[in-house]
């Protein structure tokens, strides 16, 4: 038995919202059912006074307005995000903080302008290893006060991808998704995509602030250094089939013909395989996958017939990508409670 939840855990969790997973229905998460992760509180920002400040180790440092950030040539894409600590209420024992079980996911249309374009004019000077990327958001973290800050690699953060977003499913950035500006990093873990973004600096250091020296990383114990986490690690989800009922959310399916269907992603490659049990993992199927081609940093829809029959049964999903990165069957344990991409288990009972 897992240790209960703490009020808290539970104060976490009633402000940072995951997505319910019927919601997998939709390709593009709609806003309100996209999952919420906020460290500290939702600042407010005069939109007219804010700036973006590009500062540090530049030939040409930057100071922009919103105005002028949306004057600058517009890119899109479709990116599936997940919170570093999906899986975390799982593990045993479990880390102090926002207590995900499976659900730490969302896919949005963000648009924004191209970070590496403002970098082309900003011109970091020779020797720049790293971008810090600097939030409003104001908090104390294991005793240190901060605002929300992280650090990318500079090779990363010149990938063509990468976004300054201003709007989200064809809207201005709404408050607790990081109005006026945010960074988004197709393919690593949400902790990256810095929110209420006023400030990017170049530096010619790795960063050492809490965000990133700190947490998120992979450790076993207190005195590790540990493994800095970056990108997505594949995880497939399923719809729970059937009705729950209220409030255990046990589920009740009909038998005879069934479609399960779900989404998987991988921040590392493409989707190569789903593989559903529908016996407790005895034996396995694969999906039938169907990839959105424009969208490369979206999941993928899947489905699998499914002829249910009378009594109990647990379903799974497990996805594997296409550099050969397969989920577990059972979660790694680690310190922090991150990357937990376990296999989904829905026990469910299916009736004539
Ligand atoms: N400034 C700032 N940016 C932030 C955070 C934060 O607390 N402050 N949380 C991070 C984490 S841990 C996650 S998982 C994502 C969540 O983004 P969302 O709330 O838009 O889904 O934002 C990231 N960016
Ligand atoms: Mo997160």
């Not at 020779?126 to 908090?139: I, N």
């Not at 965000?211 to 690690?233: K, N, T, V």
């Not at 990839?291 to 049964?313: F, H, I, M, N």
């Given at each position: 038995m897992p240790e209960p939840i703490s009020i808290e855990e539970l104060q976490l969790a009633v402000r940072n919202h995951g997505m319910p997973l019927e919601a997998l229905r939709y390709p593009v998460t709609p806003l309100g059912l996209h999952y919420l992760l906020s460290h500290y509180d939702i600042p407010a920002v005069d939109p007219v006074s804010w700036r973006l400040t590009i500062d540090g180790l530049v030939s040409r440092p930057l100071e922009l307005t919103l105005h002028q950030l949306h004057a600058r040539a517009a890119t899109e894409y479709v990116v599936t995000m997940e919170c570093a600590g999906n899986g975390r209420a799982r593990l045993s024992p479990r880390a102090f903080s926002q207590p995900w079980l499976d659900e730490a996911v969302g896919t949005a249309r963000w648009r924004g302008a191209s970070l590496a374009a403002l970098l082309e004019e900003a011109a970091p000077r020779e020797g720049v290893v790293e971008l810090v990327f600097s939030g409003v958001d104001r908090g104390t973290e294991e005793g240190v006060e901060q605002v929300y800050q992280r650090s990318l690699p500079l090779a990363e953060a010149l990938r063509d991808d990468v976004l300054l977003a201003y709007q989200v499913n064809g809207q201005p950035l709404p408050p607790q998704h990081g109005f006026p500006l945010r960074l988004i990093v197709p393919g690593w873990y949400g902790m990256t995509n810095v929110k209420w973004l006023s400030r990017i600096t170049a530096v010619d250091t790795p960063f050492e602030g809490h965000q990133q020296a700190s947490a998120y990383r992979l450790r076993q114990r207190e005195d590790e250094e540990g493994i800095p986490l970056d990108r997505m690690l594949p995880r497939a989800l399923m719809v729970p089939p059937g009705v729950p009922s209220f409030p255990t959310r046990e589920r009740t399916v009909s038998a005879g013909r069934q479609v399960l269907v779900g989404r998987a992603w991988s921040?590392?490659?493409?989707?190569a395989q789903v593989r559903v049990s529908t016996d407790g993992g005895l034996t396995w199927l694969p999906a039938e996958l169907e990839r959105d081609a424009d969208s490369p940093w979206a999941w993928t829809r899947w489905e699998l017939p499914w002829k249910a029959r009378r009594g109990q049964a647990v379903l799974l999903c497990r996805a594997t990508d296409a550099s050969g990165n397969e989920q577990p069957l059972e979660p790694r344990w680690n310190l922090g409670g991150y990357a937990n991409n376990a296999v989904q288990r829905v026990p469910v009972t299916v009736v004539e």
């Amino acid at each position: 038995m897992p240790e209960p939840i703490s009020i808290e855990e539970l104060q976490l969790a009633v402000r940072n919202h995951g997505m319910p997973l019927e919601a997998l229905r939709y390709p593009v998460t709609p806003l309100g059912l996209h999952y919420l992760l906020s460290h500290y509180d939702i600042p407010a920002v005069d939109p007219v006074s804010w700036r973006l400040t590009i500062d540090g180790l530049v030939s040409r440092p930057l100071e922009l307005t919103l105005h002028q950030l949306h004057a600058r040539a517009a890119t899109e894409y479709v990116v599936t995000m997940e919170c570093a600590g999906n899986g975390r209420a799982r593990l045993s024992p479990r880390a102090f903080s926002q207590p995900w079980l499976d659900e730490a996911v969302g896919t949005a249309r963000w648009r924004g302008a191209s970070l590496a374009a403002l970098l082309e004019e900003a011109a970091p000077r020779e020797g720049v290893v790293e971008l810090v990327f600097s939030g409003v958001d104001r908090g104390t973290e294991e005793g240190v006060e901060q605002v929300y800050q992280r650090s990318l690699p500079l090779a990363e953060a010149l990938r063509d991808d990468v976004l300054l977003a201003y709007q989200v499913n064809g809207q201005p950035l709404p408050p607790q998704h990081g109005f006026p500006l945010r960074l988004i990093v197709p393919g690593w873990y949400g902790m990256t995509n810095v929110k209420w973004l006023s400030r990017i600096t170049a530096v010619d250091t790795p960063f050492e602030g809490h965000q990133q020296a700190s947490a998120y990383r992979l450790r076993q114990r207190e005195d590790e250094e540990g493994i800095p986490l970056d990108r997505m690690l594949p995880r497939a989800l399923m719809v729970p089939p059937g009705v729950p009922s209220f409030p255990t959310r046990e589920r009740t399916v009909s038998a005879g013909r069934q479609v399960l269907v779900g989404r998987a992603w991988s921040g590392f490659a493409a989707i190569a395989q789903v593989r559903v049990s529908t016996d407790g993992g005895l034996t396995w199927l694969p999906a039938e996958l169907e990839r959105d081609a424009d969208s490369p940093w979206a999941w993928t829809r899947w489905e699998l017939p499914w002829k249910a029959r009378r009594g109990q049964a647990v379903l799974l999903c497990r996805a594997t990508d296409a550099s050969g990165n397969e989920q577990p069957l059972e979660p790694r344990w680690n310190l922090g409670g991150y990357a937990n991409n376990a296999v989904q288990r829905v026990p469910v009972t299916v009736v004539e």
